[in-house]
């Protein structure tokens, strides 16, 4: 049983009050959920776990509101964070109505919309609330009754007697549950006795979307409020100095025309770090600014180095020989075991530069007075946002409120605050609301890019094909590609993990399920490798390995629960009929284990007039307790069809600092053409608290696309994307 | 500045614009239907999509002035409650994940199923394959569009 504190040193995470309208109102911290662990007395809890920033409103007619402070990048959160509300209130989920907190209530502040993290943070405070609110109903019921709360049952918001005829809804009751003390400790449903969470919910936007309602960023609007759009620099390692102003504020339609600096000190993570100083023109209608950044002719001075697609290629090389060396493990002595082996297998493997590509370009609204500014648009960040601006505009905290609206997308992009920044500056500016646009062009050539990687794998296996030695050293622009304690450490005696970060001024940032997108395609077709040279089934040599990490691993430590990732291999090969054999269709498989989720996937590809086309994908996920179902799997196969899309056919590449894909007619997507015919999502059944659903299903999609495009077409593919590297030849003969 | 005077969603609208403001801008800026979505602006992306005369059309790539006299339809025309078949398989299907594409998929799906009532998988690809889903949602179209050409 598990019991949770609403409170702790007397103050509460939880704040009663009576509703406007009739009802109870229960304010919560949304990402607090303390259990009654006696270790949890030692912690210190931070003062922002006892703000209220989730309400649950049950109002007198029974109806309850539930208002979610999340934004929504398209992770289905607005519904699956209610659900799980919901499951402990008891209530009937037809009677819930999931709420955009009003804009400027202050709601949103303090949220972190971290993709995969946002239920794996909240759970036990969503939890928390609806089993208070259900407790309190009780007694309110019980006291009414004189009765004891043990003599009564609930279900789906109606209390009844356990031994009598009396029934009383929570609409009828709830305004006097307000007078009920808050309990300090509540006991929370067991996972068996829930019938909400695990089902399959619609998404709560899902009639809004489809008629075409204004949910985004790009969609808001405000009286007065004027346009702008920005110019970087047309390449990285370039400044701008000067433009022709006069003549672009002498166009149709424009107002204003002139540079921002949005240079501030002690930048963080996620703020900007490349283009600092941009144009920027002010107008009231989109297409004219447009036309007028078309015109636009600026003197560019450079300041750093012009690099391009094979100056990447050299330093990444460089680096592997003689780059100093980051992350790294070292177990056994692997010189010595690859100098014994009696096969030695060793590939390497990279994939370019990539733009997140949102299909809703980066945009915010900013009105900023003398001694105030207000953002709105779509940003997982609001509160780094906040300080950043109050940086850059030096406006106190306290008065910067931004808010947050639905994302066309996010796979990252949306932690990096600099269009915010961006829309402040300009605002100060003119004095006066201005919403800024990216054109896709500025999008896909701003940068924040995921990291280019290379990575050299090396597998030396003895004479009875036991795989005793095992190498890779990971370079990337800017990162290393390698995590050292992950898989396959631990299950191998000689073992070597290095990761190499390379300089480069091109600027990166966290891209959907970062580095693992890469690090899961090398590895997972690299060891398919090996253990065809080993004479192994691919599915059964992994699971002898994983045997390994779980009876007797190898060094102190390793990253990943062996069992949970041997299971998703199993579950995956049982419900693929993996082994059975169907003319003309191509296997591949790989597992990968990130953001605390593990996934399995099966690849069929057939070849269509000499060309691949991926029938099917099954996927086997643990990702503990599943809240959504049908959402869920919606997420996984998002995330295959972007894993495969990405490895398959995408890339940015560079001249003299410049990216030569600015838009969708030289930068490929995956289309529906391209994208798998089926894909059927297992869940692996457990009790285990949720965890990341949005970034794991896309890692192993890369490693069994190659590895079922080297059983169709017999060539190991090593460099992203595979499009352009599979032979003609090999396809059609 | 011109003046021009377009048909959309059934009803007569005046603008002024320049001649080559295209479609989008017409609707996002001017007429506030804000449905319809910017996502590349040349023709490649397909979010901008609405009906005109019938057809599924690119309204980034057409100008105000090439308009005059025909019927344009968007999606908020696309029905008056939200309860096109498509519409309605979309929900079925749950389709959208963050939704920004989608406006765009269901009318370019609306044409192909008014032409084509029960599409093969080939035909879906060949009219969809010029809306892009960055979130992935492919397969689950397919779905509905079967599902929607029974409805
Ligand atoms: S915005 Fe029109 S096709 Fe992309
Ligand atoms: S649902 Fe996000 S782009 Fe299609």
């Known amino acids: 049983m598990t019991k949770v504190r609403t409170q702790y040193n007397r103050r509460s995470f939880i704040k009663i009050s009576a509703a406007a309208g009739g009802g109870m109102l229960i304010g919560f911290s949304w990402l607090t959920g303390c259990t009654s662990d006696p270790k949890i007395e030692k912690v210190e809890i931070p003062n922002e776990w006892y703000e209220i920033n989730g309400y649950i409103k049950i109002g007198d007619t029974g109806l309850v509101t539930i208002y979610s402070p999340n934004p929504e990048i398209g992770q289905n959160v607005r519904t699956s964070m209610p659900m799980i509300v919901a499951e402990e209130l008891d209530v009937d989920w037809k009677n819930v109505v999931v709420e955009q907190a ?112 204004p949910l985004y960023g790009l969609d808001f609007k405000r009286d007065g409020m004027q346009l702008a759009v920005i110019q970087h620099p047309p390449a990285f390692g370039m400044k701008v100095k000067n433009f022709n102003e006069e003549e672009i504020k002498g166009m149709d339609g424009i107002k204003d025309a002139f540079i921002i600096d949005t240079t501030i000190e002690d930048p963080d993570w996620n703020d900007e770090k490349g283009f600092l100083q941009l144009i920027a023109i002010v107008g009231d209608s989109t297409w004219q600014l447009m036309k007028a950044k078309r015109a636009i002719n600026a003197n560019w001075e450079t300041v750093s180095e012009l690099e391009n697609s094979e100056m990447h290629l050299k330093k990444l090389e460089d680096a592997f020989a003689s780059g100093t060396v980051g992350a790294n493990r070292k177990d056994g002595d692997p010189d010595a075991a690859f100098d014994k082996a009696s096969k030695i297998i060793e590939r390497t493997y990279s994939s370019p530069f990539l733009p997140h590509n949102t299909m809703e370009p980066m945009n915010f609204f900013a009105n900023v007075t003398d001694n105030s500014a207000e953002l709105i648009g779509p940003t997982q960040m609001p509160e780094p946002t906040e300080k950043s601006v109050s940086k850059l505009l030096n406006i106190p905290l306290e008065n910067i409120t931004v808010n947050m609206t639905r994302m066309g997308g996010g796979f990252g992009r949306r932690l990096y605050v600099h269009y915010a920044l961006e829309a402040a500056a300009i605002s100060k500016k003119i004095g006066a609301p201005v919403k800024l646009i990216y054109t896709r062009e500025d999008d896909m050539s ?45 299950t191998i005696d000689n073992y070597l993990a290095e990761s190499i970060g390379v300089e480069t001024n091109v600027t990166t ?26 004479g192994k089934d691919p599915i059964d040599f992994r699971l002898e390995l994983f045997d390994r990490a779980i009876n ?151 490693g069994a696309l190659a590895n079922a495009l080297y059983q169709a077409t017999g060539q190991r593919l090593t460099r992203q994307p595979f499009a352009n590297h599979i032979k003609e030849k090999v396809l059609l003969g | 500045m011109p003046t021009y ?147």
């Open chain 1, 446 to 490: 701003q940068g924040t890019y995921r990291p280019a990687y290379q990575s050299r794998y090396k597998a030396g296996l003895d004479e009875n094909n036991n795989l005793v030695a095992f190498s890779v050293r990971g370079t990337g622009l800017p990162e290393g590609s390698v995590f050292p304690n992950r898989f396959p450490a631990g």
């Open chain 1, 102 to 213: 009003p804009l400027n209530t202050g709601f949103y502040q303090n949220q972190f919309a971290g993709g995969s993290l946002s239920i794996r943070l909240s759970w036990n405070a969503l939890r928390m609330a609806g089993a208070t609110g259900r407790r309190m109903l009780l007694e309110a019921a019980a006291k009414e009754w004189e009765i004891s709360i043990s003599d009564l049952i609930v279900a789906q918001g109606v209390i009844k007697e356990k031994n009598g005829e009396r029934t009383i809804t929570y609409g009828e009751i709830a305004s006097k549950a307000v007078d009920i003390e808050v309990p300090e400790e509540i006991e929370l449903k067991e996972i068996s006795e829930f019938n909400l969470i695990g089902t399959s919910k619609k998404n709560v936007d899902g009639y809004k979307i489809v008629t075409g309602k």
């Open chain 1, 509 to 534: 940032g966290a891209w959907r399920a970062p580095r693992s997108h890469f690090t899961a395609g090398a590895e997972q077709s690299f060891l398919d490798e090996v253990a065809e040279a080993a």
């Open chain 2, 5 to 151: 005077t377009l048909k959309i969603n059934g009803k007569s609208h005046t603008v002024e614009a320049d001649s080559d403001t295209p479609l989008l801008w017409i609707l996002r800026d001017h007429i506030e239907l804000l449905g319809t979505k910017y996502g590349c602006g040349i023709g490649q992306c397909g979010a901008c999509t609405v009906h005109v005369n019938g057809n599924a059309s690119r309204s980034c790539s057409l100008l105000v002035s090439q308009l005059q006299g025909m019927e344009i339809t968007t999606i908020e025309g696309l029905s008056e409650e939200g309860d096109h078949p498509v519409q309605k398989a979309w929900i079925e299907h749950d389709v959208p994940q963050c939704g920004y594409c989608q406006s765009g998929q269901i009318m370019s799906a609306a044409v192909l199923l008014k032409n084509n009532p029960n599409p093969s998988d080939k035909d879906i690809d060949a009219a969809m394959n010029g809306n892009i889903c960055r979130c992935g949602t492919y397969v689950r179209i397919k779905q509905a569009i079967k599902t929607a050409s029974k409805l």
């Open chain 1, 552 to 702: 007797n691993p190898v060094g102190e430590k390793h990253d990943y629960e062996a069992e949970r990732y041997a299971g998703v291999l199993k579950l995956v090969k049982e419900k693929s009929n993996w082994g059975e054999t169907k003319q003309g269709v191509y296997r591949g498989v790989a597992a990968y284990f990130c953001h605390s989720s593990y996934v399995a996937e099966v690849v069929d590809i057939v070849l269509l007039n000499g060309q691949p086309k991926i029938k099917k994908v099954w996927c086997a996920v643990d990702c503990g307790i599943v809240v959504n179902k049908d959402a869920a799997e919606n997420m996984i196969q998002g995330g295959v069809i972007d894993g495969i899309g990405h490895a398959m056919y995408s890339q940015l590449t560079f001249n003299n600092g410049a990216v030569n894909e600015m838009n969708f007619d030289r930068y490929q997507l995956i289309r529906h053409s391209q994208a798998p015919e089926d894909i059927e999502v297992f869940f692996v059944k457990n009790d285990i608290a949720p965890t990341g659903l949005g970034e794991p299903g896309l890692p192993p999609a890369v």
